[in-house]
């Protein structure tokens, strides 16, 4: 099984970017953002930054994203 398969209950695919707002910072120092109610960690940002970002992982719960630079 492909770790890149959407999970049914999850807006989001590996590989596809998104505009988001930092809204918070975990426990782990990762930024915290959210797509259509789903919690989205990306390293590198605070509270508060507006980042463009392309999922790397997504699992039953969260997903995880890394900030794109263009």
Request: glycine letters at 8%; proline letters at 0%.
């Given at each position: 099984m492909s770790g890149e398969r959407r999970d049914i209950n999850s807006p989001l695919n590996v590989g596809?970017?998104?505009?988001?707002?930092?809204?918070?910072?975990g426990r782990e120092g990762d930024g915290i953002a959210r797509v259509e109610g789903f919690v989205v960690f990306v390293p590198n940002t605070?509270?508060?930054?507006n980042v463009k970002i392309r999922i790397s992982k997504v699992s039953r719960r969260v997903g995880f994203g890394e900030v794109v630079t263009e």
């Open positions: 596809e970017t998104y505009d988001v707002s930092i809204e918070d910072v605070k509270k508060g930054d």
